[in-house]
């Protein structure tokens, strides 16, 4: 298994702003991810961090807004830009070296005033 | 469009009883189906994998059923403990490595 750790755990932001979350994971791992969980909601997948490219978005998420990079096979940072209080939310990042079983970080919750 | 469903309802048992959580899914072929729990304040820690070609799976008080006829998947805790209060979601694979959440169910066991 993988443990996985995320700074900041919680910050309030103002309006137009950007905040970066690191996540640094304890081994080498093939897979990371971004999630976004909403107050009692799903977790909805953000995007795939990709060792040495550029990220995978899913629909509705776009590279300018969530910039994220990937330099080595245990850390990525997520950075959500020119942040308005729809971004409120908790940020988590997940890895997996296989197919199956994700291993979450304890998530950010961001507040955005 | 692809839809994922958990038991609306938080669920409230007595301690000592069985748990059971309910994920009906849409428009997807999973080949496989995940439980997690997630405690407040914390990221979801893998519970259960089932496969699309095995019905039943164990893991000490936890049992999972997978009917990809009925595109649904039961989640059992049987003697139920204080200590499993919490959400339980399920998740779908997507494709490749991507998974799928539901929203969750939160359970609560009584003392």
């Known amino acids: 298994s993988a443990v996985i750790s995320q700074k900041p755990s919680r910050d309030i932001c103002q309006r137009g702003t950007s905040l970066t979350i690191q996540c640094q994971v304890d081994?080498?791992?093939?897979?990371m991810f971004w999630y976004r969980q909403q107050p009692g909601q799903s977790l909805t997948l953000i995007a795939t961090?990709?060792?040495?490219?550029?990220?995978?978005?899913e629909s509705g998420f776009v590279i300018d807004k969530f910039p994220i990079s990937r330099p080595n096979l245990t850390f990525s940072t997520l950075t959500v830009s020119n942040l308005s209080p729809e971004d409120s939310s908790i940020y988590l990042c997940?890895?997996?070296?296989?197919?199956?079983?994700?291993?979450f970080g304890p998530g950010t919750r961001l507040t955005v005033t | 469009s692809q839809k994922i469903e958990q038991n609306s309802e938080a669920l409230n048992i007595q301690e000592g009883k069985t748990a059971t959580l309910t994920c009906n899914y849409t428009?997807?072929?999973?080949?496989?189906l995940q439980w997690y729990r997630q405690d407040p304040g914390r990221g979801p820690v893998f519970l259960l994998l089932?496969?699309?070609?095995?019905k039943e799976k164990r893991k000490e008080r936890l049992k999972v059923t997978f009917d990809t006829t009925l595109k649904q998947s039961l989640f059992h805790i049987t003697a139920s403990q204080p200590a499993d209060s919490a959400t339980y979601l399920c998740?779908?694979?997507?494709?490749?490595?991507?998974?799928?959440f539901g929203a969750g169910t939160t359970v609560t066991v009584r003392a």
């Open positions: 089932i496969r699309e070609n095995e």
């Open positions: 081994s080498q791992v093939t897979m």
């Open positions: 997940s890895a997996t070296d296989r197919v199956y079983e994700q291993y």
């Open positions: 998740a779908l694979d997507a494709s490749h490595y991507k998974l799928s």
């Open positions: 428009n997807y072929s999973p080949a496989y």
């Open positions: 961090a990709n060792q040495g490219s550029e990220a995978t978005y």
